[in-house]
């Protein structure tokens, strides 16, 4: 199993819409998480983070933690053609260590 | 407050030439990360210094690769002996030592070996 997975999409959408983005997690012992938007050909971009402590909301976007089920979502609500993107899911080593483990990202497509 | 740079951006070379990438943190930042990505894959990691100590390396990171931060600024990756395989995208990565893990990419280097 790899430690961390995602679909790969594409994950259509129509513009207004809300896109739920899942990605799920092999060590239960994971306590923090971490979103980045990937846009074609550039490099990624942190959005989102956080703890197994709780769900975290920012403007447009909600990240929730499911700890029973290994996997944390990305709600964007009032998805808009400029959300349309790769994003990738990292998570780090449980205790010590920074290195971040990515999924292969899941491409969303926001359509007009 | 400028973000992470990385120079070239682009990097062709032929097959056993040697190449060396050059990233410039966050300033404040006291940790810095190298990745690598290759197409519909996830970001890879490298290798990552604290200040001027290189902490932890991958096992991707064959021994023609080597990375240094003299200074804990700047840091450098050389690939020796370069093959169509180390075709990827290298990305740096820097954190500041509150949050570690909040990790802040710059634009990378794509490396095309002929």
């Known amino acids: 199993q790899k430690e961390v997975e995602q679909n790969s999409g594409p994950l259509s959408v129509p513009e207004g819409a809300i896109a739920s983005l899942n990605c799920t997690y092999s060590?239960?012992?994971?306590?923090?998480f971490f979103w980045y938007r990937q846009y074609s050909g550039k490099s990624p971009e942190l959005i989102m983070f956080?703890?197994?402590?709780g769900d975290k909301e920012d403007g447009r976007f909600t990240a929730q933690l499911n700890k029973a089920s290994q996997y944390v979502s990305l709600l964007i609500r009032d998805s808009q053609p400029s959300d349309s993107a790769t994003y990738l899911c990292?998570?780090?080593?449980?205790?010590?260590?920074?290195?971040?483990?990515f999924g292969t990202g899941t491409q969303l497509k926001v359509e007009l | 407050d400028t973000g992470v740079s990385q120079n070239p951006r682009h990097k062709i070379t032929k097959r056993g030439q040697n190449v060396t990438f050059r990233c410039d943190p966050i300033?404040?930042?006291?940790?810095l990360y190298w990745y690598r990505q290759t197409l519909g894959q996830g970001p890879e990691f490298l290798t990552y210094?604290?200040?001027?100590?290189?902490?932890?390396k991958s096992r991707l990171l064959s021994d023609r690769f080597s990375a240094e931060r003299p200074k804990g600024s700047f840091s450098t990756l050389e690939i020796q002996r370069t093959e169509q395989g180390d075709s990827a995208m290298y990305l740096c990565?820097?954190?500041?030592?509150?949050?570690?893990?909040?990790?802040?990419f710059g634009p990378g280097t794509r490396l095309t070996v002929t």
């Open positions: 956080i703890y197994s402590n």
């Open positions: 990565a820097s954190s500041p030592q509150r949050a570690p893990r909040e990790q802040y």
């Open positions: 990292a998570v780090p080593p449980r205790g010590g260590g920074n290195k971040l483990t």
């Open positions: 300033s404040e930042h006291n940790r």
């Open positions: 060590d239960r012992g994971s306590q923090s």
């Open positions: 210094f604290q200040n001027e100590a290189q902490l932890e």
